[in-house]
């Protein structure tokens, strides 16, 4: 297994984990987590409330589930069989998860203005597996090509 | 490789559908949007509480048993939704019960507009229309920093909430005032306010609207004491 594999899977992981946490604290499994004890990025609740953080009656953090555990799921699987449409699927997930993420943080920064720490490192999880997923593809582009 | 450019170009366009989906089915607030035109009409608020229940600052009896504090900024579309949703629910269920008070404080943070909406409420204060033109300014949101609350779109939502814009004129330059809501917001960041709106119920302290289960077990717990 490449290093870009292991990287996407330890952030897709991570970002699973993150989501499944948000997405707890937003049906009340979990007690709320951040507040002003995280300076700047403590707005958590007031992006949490806001309304960009569900599309009709679905959470957000529901979809970022989802779609952390496919670049998961495809890069475990690209990485241990090396399936084509595995790595398909973790570079579409990855560039449409990273496109997502991009709007939701400048949602965070232009229309809410204030931060939420959790959402952000659940983002930078998106976008390392995206990039992850961008340099497994070019190496296996080398590679066939080859 | 062409295999690679496909499965780049659909995630791009998986993506960018998604956000426009995020976009097209964002509940924006039902309530119809003030026009930023000059034809400006400020609408009315949604909660118009009953005679001698808004004083001063605040709603409620004087010697409510609890008081819930907020801290707000007018430009904040949550604090909008809290205006216009929240304190409404709080309002039938425990103001008019003279079982709460809510105290409104200002954390103006988000832009110019919001420093200025915020004096324009003390001007308003000081003729006892503090609640007037406050929950006006909430029904009366558009955007940040756009111009929803530009001198003149502030005059006319001062006008409509019957203020005196004679004294309110003068009033609105008074340094003093500014400085007022100045030390307010240079307060809230000594509190550790972060973000608006921030509810403040004895030693409880959390930014964002509560779920309301949340917020009523709070209050019943408060009135138990």
């Not at chain 1, 970002?15 to 997405?23: E, K, R």
């Not at chain 1, 499994?29 to 009709?56: L, N």
């Not at chain 1, 069989?81 to 232009?110: D, F, N, Y």
């Not at chain 2, 216009?84 to 954390?107: C, D, F, Q, S």
């Amino acid at each position: 297994m490449s290093r870009a594999h292991r990287i996407g899977i330890t952030f897709s992981a991570v970002g699973v984990l993150i989501s499944a946490f948000i997405l707890g604290e937003k049906i009340g499994i979990f007690p709320e987590v951040c507040g002003p004890a995280w300076g700047p990025f403590g707005g958590c609740k007031t992006v949490e409330a806001s309304q960009w953080s569900s599309i009709g009656p679905i959470p957000i953090a529901a979809i970022g589930l989802i779609g952390s555990l496919v670049l998961l799921v495809a890069a475990y699987v690209h990485g241990r069989t090396k399936r084509e449409e595995a790595l398909m699927l973790w570079l579409l997930a990855g560039i449409a998860g990273s496109a997502i993420e991009v709007a939701l943080i400048l949602i965070q920064a232009l229309f809410i203005g204030e931060w939420c720490g959790k959402c952000l490192l659940y983002g930078a999880t998106v976008l390392i597996g995206a990039a992850a997923a961008i340099s497994a593809s070019l190496a296996y582009a080398r590679s066939t090509r080859a | 490789m062409e295999m690679i450019r496909r499965a780049a170009l659909m995630g791009l366009v998986v993506g960018v559908v998604g956000v426009v989906i995020l976009f097209l089915s964002n509940p924006f607030d039902s309530k119809p949007t003030p026009s930023m035109t000059g034809d400006f009409t400020p609408l009315a608020p949604t909660l118009i509480p009953a005679d001698g229940i808004a004083t001063d600052h605040g709603l409620g009896a004087a010697d409510a048993p609890v008081v819930l504090t907020v801290w707000t900024d007018y430009q904040c579309p949550i604090c909008g939704a809290w205006a216009n949703g929240t304190e409404p629910a709080l309002y039938e269920r425990y103001v008019t019960e003279g079982k709460l008070r809510i105290e409104h404080r200002h954390y103006s943070f988000i832009g110019e507009e919001s420093f200025a909406a915020a004096v324009g409420v003390e001007c308003a204060a000081k003729q006892n229309l503090f609640w007037a033109l406050h929950s006006r300014l909430y029904a009366n949101q558009s955007g940040e920093n756009q111009g929803a609350f530009s001198a003149e779109r502030l005059r006319k939502i001062a006008d409509s909430a019957g203020v005196d814009l004679a004294a309110w004129d003068t009033c609105i330059t008074d340094p003093a005032v500014r400085a007022g809501v100045e030390a307010d917001a240079e307060e809230a960041k000594k509190l550790g306010i972060t973000g608006t709106p921030t509810l403040v119920l004895g030693d409880w302290m959390d930014s964002g609207i509560p779920a309301s289960d949340d917020l009523y077990a709070r209050i019943d717990a408060a009135l138990k004491k």
